[in-house]
């Protein structure tokens, strides 16, 4: 056995050998997933960011450039089953969770039983999210912050690990319901899947509609997942770094009176503490995928814009000036950051 103490400076014990193991295998997955996936590197490194760190994503892009895809995608090489519902807005609670159902026995006779919904799976995509009502979308927020469904009279315990990855169109806003803010930070990242450049658009179409289609191979299972995630809580945090991160979720704050003017000016609200707890926790990911055992802030920076642009929000102020909220979240970061340097 060796630690990672030995790597970073940090605390726990890891077997050397197994850990290069998962990470190799983690990096295969990566590859895997670009064979099938052409372009969206960024995002393709984000599920796999929010799947070793236990959170749920948020895709959000035009209809056709490839959500679903990513999504069968991960579930096929992380070796996980798989669900899909479509929201639409007469999609009820049970229709995702299960309700009872009289079933008929071996006799003949009837009786209650309960009949698990396309939640009891370990990846649910649920496509165009902000089509449901809101009572349908709070049906995952047990799920989604305690893995369990409540259902029958009865708690129940969902497969592990349960990854959520939610779709939602920017364009087409008629007969839609937004998000309200106690889901949507559920979320560890809002990911932007983007229109492809021209030589990516090039590679999709040479890719899909030839005679030989790419079948990603499996390259890891839910063993590894679950060993990956206890992993992730193990890679160490410097203490200056965490008190960078905490001095930036304050200083997002705009109701305080000695915040940055900008801040002041263009915030309705700022970062969480669980946005907070997201940040730190995405940023421990982001260097193990990059094959590093200890947390930088070039880790912080990296995951900084999916993990907080879903997590403050601008004021009217500064929609009406198209203040760039990521790039505001950046300038503040790296404010802290020299401060700590």
Not at 2 to 29: C, H, N, P, S, W
Not at 153 to 182: D, H, W
Request: net charge neutral; charged share 20%.
């Amino acid at each position: 056995m060796a630690t990672m103490q030995g790597k970073a400076g940090g605390a726990g014990d890891i077997d050397t050998v197994a850990l290069e193991r998962l990470l190799e295998q983690l990096r295969k997955a990566r590859d895997e997933m670009a064979r099938a996936v052409v372009g969206q590197k960024d995002v393709v490194e984000q599920l796999l960011i929010a799947l070793i760190c236990g959170g749920h994503v948020l895709l959000e892009g035009s209809p056709g450039v490839g959500k679903t895809l990513l999504v069968r995608t991960l579930g096929g090489v992380a070796g996980l089953s798989f669900a899909r519902v479509q929201f639409t807005p007469d999609l009820m609670p049970a229709d995702i969770t299960g309700s009872l159902a009289l079933i008929p026995d071996e006799t003949g006779r009837t009786k209650l039983q309960f009949q698990a919904g396309p939640i009891f799976t370990q990846v649910l995509l649920t496509d165009e999210i902000n089509r449901a009502t809101p009572k349908t979308q709070s049906a995952l927020l047990e799920a989604m912050g305690e893995r369990t469904v409540t259902a029958a009279g009865r708690s129940m315990e969902l497969p592990k690990p349960f990854f959520v990855l939610a779709t939602q169109n920017p364009i087409e806003l008629e007969g839609t319901y937004r998000l309200p803010e106690a889901q949507i930070d559920r979320f560890l990242f809002k990911s932007l899947v983007n229109y492809p450049s021209e030589n990516d658009l090039v590679g999709i179409l040479d890719l899909t509609t030839g005679a030989d289609q790419v079948v990603p191979k499996q390259v890891l299972n839910a063993n590894d997942i679950l060993a990956l995630q206890r992993l992730v809580r193990q890679v160490p945090v410097a203490a200056h770094v965490t008190r960078a991160v905490a001095r930036f979720a304050l200083i997002t704050q705009p109701d305080r009176k000695d915040g940055p003017a900008e801040v002041v000016k263009y915030l309705r609200f700022g970062i969480s503490p669980r946005g907070a707890q997201s940040l730190i926790l995405a940023a421990k990911g982001h260097a193990l995928l990059a094959g590093r055992y200890n947390v930088a802030f070039e880790d912080l920076k990296a995951i900084l814009a999916p993990t907080l642009r879903h997590r403050c929000q601008l004021n009217y102020e500064g929609e009406a000036e198209g203040i760039n909220a990521d790039a505001l979240l950046n300038r503040l970061l790296d404010t802290e950051s020299k401060k700590a340097a």
